[in-house]
C-alpha cells in the first residue's frame, strides 16, 4: 500500500477518518458502516459453516449405513459369483470394503401395530465397516448376531411396536413360496438381538438388519445376494471409481454411487446454502450502501479542505486516493473484525448455545427434532475467502464514486462562499 499513496495522503485518510465534533453525524454513520460489514461478514461466515457442517453430519450417518457405490442385480436371481465380484472390485484404488448384502421390502408386526420396513441381510464382520451403527450397538449385541440369534431394529421402531431387547417380532415378505393356491407370504418371527440409534430418523425407524444366510432363506435367495456395497477412502471423489466398477460387471448389473442415489437430498441442501448466501451478502450490501452515505457527507464538509489542498499543488489524483483509503478502510476494519468474529463464534459455537439456552430456559436446538447431539460447525477456508474477498470488494466500489466526487470538487466554487 505504501506504494500507492504517499505518506501525506494516509495522514490526511486516517486524520479524516478521527473522530471530529463537527463532524460526529458522520464519523456515527462510519462506525455504523462498520458494524454493518461486521455483522454481515460473521453472520455468512457462521451460516456457511452450520450448514457445511450440517451437510458432513447428515451424509456421514447416510453413508454409514449405505455404501459409496452400489451394485445390484436386474434380475430377481441376484448376484451368484458375488465373492468373486468382491474381490475384484476389492484390488481397486482407494476401496475400503466390498460388502455383499440381501435386501428386501417386508411388515413388521407385533402387539397389533404393523409398519413397512426393509431388512438388510449382512454379515456381522460387515458390521464394523457401518460405522454409525457398530458404534450404537453393545458387544452383547455384536455377539448375538454373530451367532445368528436374532436381528437388529432401529430405536424409532422398537418405540412403535413396543419391543425391546430379547423380545420377538413377526416379519412377514411378500416374496413366499410358491404353492398350488398361489404364492403364499413368508412369515416368521425372530428374536431382536439389540436395538440401534444412528441419529437419523428414516433409519431408525424403517431398517431392520438380519444375518445374511437368514435373509437368504428367508427372502428367498440361494447362495447369491441382491447387491454389492462398496465403501471407499474419498466419497467425494467417487466418479472415477464408479466407471472402474461399471467395467468389470455384467450388463445385467446396475452401478450408480451416492451422490446418484441421494440426488434430491444434495440438490435441496445445495440451494439452501445458495439461498442463504445470497440473503445474507444483502447485510454486507446495505453496509456498502453506508459507506457511500458517510462519504458524500464527509467530502461535503471537508469542500474547503479540499479546494485548499488543490491551490497548494494537490492533484485530483491524490484527492481520490485520499478519500478511497478513507472509505476502504472501513471495509477493512469492518471484514477483519467480522471475520474474527465469525471464527471466534464457529470454534466456540456448543458453548455459546449451551449459555444461550441457560440464560433463556429454552432449547435452540432439540437433539430429538435434528436427531444431532450437538450444533456442528465446519469452516471451509475457501468459503471464508470467498466472503473476505466480496467484502473487501464491495467496500472498495463503495468508496469509488465519493472518492471520485472529492476528486471533481473545483478549488474556486468551494471557496466562494467562504
Known amino acids: 500500500m505504501q506504494h500507492f499513496f504517499s505518506s501525506v ?3 490526511l485518510a486516517f486524520r479524516y477518518m478521527r473522530s471530529r465534533r463537527a463532524e460526529g453525524f458522520v464519523s456515527v454513520i462510519a462506525w455504523f458502516s462498520v458494524a454493518g460489514i461486521t455483522l454481515g461478514v460473521a453472520t455468512l461466515i457462521v451460516v456457511m459453516s452450520v450448514m457445511n457442517g450440517f451437510r458432513a453430519e447428515l451424509v456421514g450417518r447416510i453413508l454409514g449405513l449405505n455404501g459409496h457405490v452400489a451394485v445390484y442385480s436386474n434380475k430377481p436371481v441376484g448376484i451368484a459369483d458375488f465373492d468373486e465380484l468382491a474381490l475384484k472390485i476389492t484390488d481397486m484404488p482407494n476401496v475400503i470394503a466390498v460388502t455383499p448384502q440381501i435386501e428386501g421390502q417386508i411388515m413388521a408386526t407385533q402387539n397389533r401395530v404393523s409398519i413397512g420396513a426393509v431388512v438388510r441381510g449382512v454379515r456381522w464382520s460387515d458390521l464394523a465397516v457401518r460405522k454409525p451403527l457398530w458404534n450404537s450397538l453393545t458387544e452383547n449385541d455384536i ?60 433409519y431408525d425407524s ?52 451416492w451422490m446418484e442415489r441421494n440426488r434430491n437430498f444434495l440438490n435441496a441442501l445445495q440451494v439452501e446454502r445458495n439461498v442463504m448466501f445470497l440473503i445474507l451478502t444483502l447485510i454486507i450490501l446495505v453496509a456498502a450502501f453506508n459507506i457511500i452515505s458517510s462519504m458524500i457527507m464527509l467530502v461535503r464538509s471537508k469542500n474547503s479542505d479540499i479546494a485548499v489542498l488543490r491551490t497548494m499543488g494537490a492533484s485530483s489524483g491524490n484527492i481520490l486516493r485520499v478519500f478511497f483509503m478513507t472509505g476502504a478502510s472501513i471495509g477493512i476494519v469492518g471484514t477483519f473484525c467480522g471475520t474474527l468474529v465469525g471464527m471466534l463464534f464457529c470454534w466456540n459455537i456448543d458453548t455459546i448455545k449451551n449459555c444461550i439456552e441457560f440464560l433463556s430456559g429454552a432449547e435452540l436446538f432439540a437433539a430429538e427434532i435434528y436427531f444431532l447431539s450437538n450444533l456442528p460447525a465446519k469452516i471451509d477456508s475457501k ?8 467484502a473487501l470488494g464491495l467496500s472498495f466500489l463503495a468508496s469509488m464514486y465519493p472518492a471520485w466526487r472529492a476528486s471533481r470538487i473545483a478549488p474556486a466554487e468551494a471557496l466562494r462562499y467562504e
Request: net charge neutral; no cysteine; charged share 20%.
Open 206 to 257: 424403517s431398517f431392520v438388519f438380519m444375518p445374511l444366510d437368514l435373509a437368504a432363506s428367508f427372502l428367498g435367495y440361494e447362495k447369491s445376494v441382491s447387491g454389492l456395497e462398496i465403501y471407499v477412502s474419498a466419497p467425494e471423489e467417487i466418479a472415477s471409481l464408479r466407471h472402474q466398477v461399471r467395467g468389470v460387471v455384467d450388463s445385467d448389473l446396475r452401478v450408480f454411487d
Open 383 to 390: 468459503e471464508v475467502l470467498y466472503v473476505v474477498l466480496m
Open 143 to 202: 455377539n448375538q448376531f454373530r451367532n445368528k440369534d436374532g436381528v437388529l431394529i432401529g430405536h424409532e421402531m422398537a418405540l412403535k411396536l413396543g419391543v425391546s431387547a430379547g423380545n420377538s417380532i413377526t416379519l412377514t415378505t411378500a416374496r413366499g413360496k410358491t404353492t398350488a393356491f398361489g404364492t403364499v407370504p413368508m412369515r416368521r418371527k425372530f428374536k431382536i438381538a439389540g436395538i440401534f440409534n444412528v441419529g437419523m430418523y428414516e
Open 9 to 11: 495522503e494516509r495522514m
